[in-house]
């Protein structure tokens, strides 16, 4: 089983990027949670508070679930997720599924209650945080070599590349 969901905002909202990726094969479940910040959130702490800390509660809670997470280790990837991001290998248990379909809910819940609440911002405003947007599009595109191998074994070679070019 491999899922792939990714909520891009329009060009116009600082929204960050709603992402998950959860694999299930023989060796376990790997899985990565999070909101892609559209802002260097130490540059922007105002962006982390407002986007980024409602998911602190989501997150602890995964932490507690899982407390060996190691994460991806590529350094491209930790230096454009958030401070929240939940990613790592598990066993594939049916309480770890359990836990992991409830995190993809609590961060979509939490993406969600941001989505109501947010404005439009003009083009001058957005040149920043769609920069980076763009800039996290191409680098995916470029150098995700490990999730590009696990949508191929999951769905084939064909249907992988359409998945990744749609998604990224």
Not at 59 to 66: A, L, R
Not at 105 to 114: A, S, T
Not at 121 to 139: F, W
Request: net charge negative; charged share 25%; hydrophobic share 40%.
């Amino acid at each position: 089983m491999s899922c792939a969901i990714i909520i891009w905002p329009d060009d116009s909202h600082v929204l960050p990027i709603y992402s998950v990726y959860w694999a299930d094969s023989a060796k376990g479940s790997f899985f990565i949670i999070d909101l892609y910040p559209l802002a260097d959130c130490i540059r922007d702490l105002s962006y982390m508070e407002k986007y980024l800390e409602p998911l602190e509660e989501a997150y602890q809670k995964g932490i507690k679930y899982f407390p060996s997470l190691g994460g991806r280790s590529y350094n491209w990837f930790r230096a454009l997720v958030s401070p929240y991001c939940l990613t790592g290998g598990i066993d594939a248990s049916k309480e770890n599924q359990n836990r992991i379909m409830e995190l993809v809910f609590d961060y979509l819940n939490v993406y969600i209650d941001l989505w109501k609440k947010d404005e439009p911002k003009s083009s001058g405003e957005m040149r920043e945080y769609n920069v980076r947007k763009e800039a996290i599009r191409t680098t995916f595109q470029a150098r995700d070599t490990i999730g590009d191998m696990m949508l191929t074994k999951a769905i084939g070679k064909e249907l992988a590349h359409l998945s990744l070019i749609t998604q990224f």
